[in-house]
């Protein structure tokens, strides 16, 4: 396995471990979302949504794309995001 295969499984059980962030970045996917309408995709208080982004945004599995914005701002998932989350719906189906 190379280093960037051990990299993504670290990042996707860091994912997983936490149904909130499983659940934001299964909300985000392809899109570009705010953080309101990923609260109310994913059914957690928009208070913890914040939290939970900012610990992805450190991880750097999503970004925020108008990060001067007061409100409104629009996350999205880098490409390594896109990658774990793919990770994590294989994993699913391999277990149904």
Known sequence: MSQKDDELLKLTS???ISKYREKTLKSIGNNVKIPTNIAKDSGI???????????????EIV???????????LYRLTDTGKEV????????????
């Open 63 to 73: 970004e925020c794309i108008n990060e001067e914005a007061r409100k409104g701002r």
């Open 14 to 16: 860091y994912v997983e």
């Open 85 to 96: 989350l793919e990770s994590i719906n294989e994993k699913k189906e391999e277990e149904n």
């Open 45 to 59: 208080r928009t208070n913890h949504i914040s939290k939970v982004l900012s610990e992805l945004k450190s991880k």
